[in-house]
């Protein structure tokens, strides 16, 4: 029986629509095939071209982390040694003694020399001829010659910077301070500070604390000096503020604490965090404005006394301090090339 004209046309036309879905079907595979591809060359091409940039040491990042790349270069240097050997000391060392002050044996302790470009209290002057309670550079203090020539060179800056001042240092000392002293007593008694004061009075109504004098406790930093007892630091002191009493504790201490603002009480506390093995690194200038690394770290004392402290070892090292922390163990101080 023949079919049905209307029949036929239906037929053809499904097949013709059947034929445009696999058309469409074959092109999207083809088309979703070769954008794969492409992502896969491009992805390959990127590879390629960040690991090109890390074998030649190059980089596009920029910004806050090129910045903190550089600064740990600059602290720590390449290769902070890791080796460590024991150092038998010449007497046992008390974790009570030093306060960042290297102790006998490992840095000058000699005492006196001439201040420069400040006045020195002379007390039996004043009492036996009538003058005026100081004298002119030339007096003579008991003062450890590191802490001293720093005082030199951080009083001559002043002067140069702020002209002719009535600064003064009115004690200075190295004996015993007693178990009962005060706290300003222990450190004056240690031969590394110094009580500040003025006379007469400035004539523009500047006070240690205040004008010109601010000076110092903006800029002892670099003198290897710091602000004993900053007003603003009672809380971790345990003392009221005292704009007149500077302490020498070393360029390298000297520096971070500056940088980070933070006074003797907190830094201890900070070293404690670091070890042989992890030690801090500092970057620094000298006596001599030369530029200088050293890494810092805390040992425990057994007992409050060492008998052994552990060195940082290697070509790197060119020497080393130690002091106590004044409780429980010692900051060792390794100076690196």
Same mark, same amino acid.
């Not at 070769?34 to 071209?49: A, I, L, P």
């Not at 002050?101 to 009492?127: E, F, M, R, T």
């Given at each position: 029986?023949?079919?049905?004209?209307?029949?036929?046309?239906?037929?053809? @036309?499904?097949?013709?629509?059947?034929?445009?879905?696999?058309? @469409?079907?074959?092109?999207?595979?083809?088309? &979703?095939?070769?954008?794969?591809?492409?992502?896969?060359? %491009?992805?390959?091409?990127?590879?390629?071209?960040?690991?090109?940039?890390?074998?030649? %040491?190059?980089?596009?990042?920029?910004?806050?982390?090129?910045?903190?790349?550089?600064?740990?270069?600059?602290?720590? !240097?390449?290769?902070?040694? &890791?080796?460590?050997?024991?150092?038998?000391?010449?007497?046992?060392?008390?974790?009570?003694?030093?306060?960042?002050?290297?102790?006998?044996?490992?840095?000058?302790?000699?005492?006196?020399?001439?201040?420069?470009?400040?006045?020195?209290?002379?007390?039996?002057?004043?009492?036996?001829? !009538?003058?005026?309670?100081?004298?002119?550079?030339?007096?003579?203090?008991?003062?450890?010659?590191?802490?001293?020539?720093?005082?030199?060179?951080?009083?001559?800056?002043?002067?140069?910077?702020?002209?002719?001042?009535?600064?003064?240092?009115?004690?200075?000392? @190295?004996?015993?301070?007693?178990?009962?002293?005060?706290?300003?007593?222990?450190?004056?008694?240690?031969?590394?500070?110094?009580?500040?004061?003025?006379?007469?009075?400035?004539?523009? %109504?500047?006070?240690?604390?205040?004008?010109?004098?601010?000076?110092?406790?903006?800029?002892?930093?670099?003198?290897?000096?710091?602000?004993?007892?900053?007003?603003?630091?009672?809380?971790?002191?345990?003392?009221?503020?005292?704009?007149?009493?500077?302490?020498?504790?070393?360029?390298?201490?000297?520096?971070?604490?500056?940088?980070?603002?933070?006074?003797?009480?907190?830094?201890?506390?900070?070293?404690?965090?670091?070890?042989?093995?992890?030690?801090? &690194?500092?970057?620094?200038?000298?006596?001599?404005?030369?530029?200088?690394?050293?890494?810092?770290?805390?040992?425990?004392?057994? !007992?409050?006394?060492?008998?052994?402290?552990?060195?940082?070892?290697?070509?790197?090292?060119?020497?080393?301090?130690?002091?106590?922390? %004044?409780?429980?163990?010692?900051?060792?101080?390794?100076?690196?090339?």
């Amino acid at each position: 029986m023949p079919k049905e004209p209307g029949k036929i046309r239906s037929e053809y @036309l499904f097949a013709a629509l059947m034929c445009i879905v696999v058309a @469409l079907c074959l092109t999207v595979v083809i088309v &979703t095939n070769s954008c794969s591809v492409d992502d896969e060359g %491009g992805s390959d091409s990127e590879s390629g071209t960040s690991s090109d940039a890390a074998l030649s %040491g190059q980089t596009e990042s920029t910004g806050s982390d090129a910045d903190v790349s550089d600064v740990s270069d600059a602290v720590s !240097g390449p290769g902070i040694p &890791t080796d460590v050997r024991n150092v038998t000391l010449d007497a046992p060392a008390k974790a009570t003694e030093g306060l960042l002050v290297p102790l006998p044996g490992s840095s000058s302790d000699a005492v006196g020399g001439k201040l420069q470009n400040i006045y020195a209290w002379n007390a039996s002057k004043y009492a036996n001829e !009538g003058e005026h309670p100081y004298s002119y550079s030339g007096t003579k203090l008991e003062l450890r010659e590191d802490a001293l020539t720093a005082l030199n060179a951080m009083t001559t800056a002043f002067r140069e910077t702020q002209g002719k001042t009535n600064l003064l240092v009115s004690r200075s000392y @190295l004996s015993s301070p007693g178990t009962d002293a005060k706290a300003a007593e222990k450190n004056l008694a240690s031969g590394c500070a110094v009580e500040l004061g003025l006379y007469p009075a400035d004539p523009d %109504g500047d006070t240690l604390g205040s004008g010109k004098f601010l000076w110092l406790a903006d800029n002892c930093a670099n003198y290897g000096y710091i602000l004993r007892y900053p007003a603003e630091k009672s809380a971790a002191t345990h003392e009221s503020g005292n704009a007149g009493l500077y302490r020498y504790v070393g360029f390298e201490h000297a520096a971070y604490m500056g940088a980070n603002h933070l006074c003797l009480e907190e830094y201890l506390e900070a070293v404690r965090t670091y070890s042989s093995s992890s030690p801090l &690194t500092i970057a620094y200038k000298d006596v001599n404005g030369l530029e200088k690394t050293c890494a810092v770290y805390f040992v425990p004392a057994t !007992g409050g006394e060492a008998a052994q402290l552990p060195v940082l070892s290697g070509e790197r090292v060119t020497g080393y301090t130690y002091s106590g922390n %004044g409780s429980d163990g010692f900051v060792v101080t390794c100076f690196l090339s």
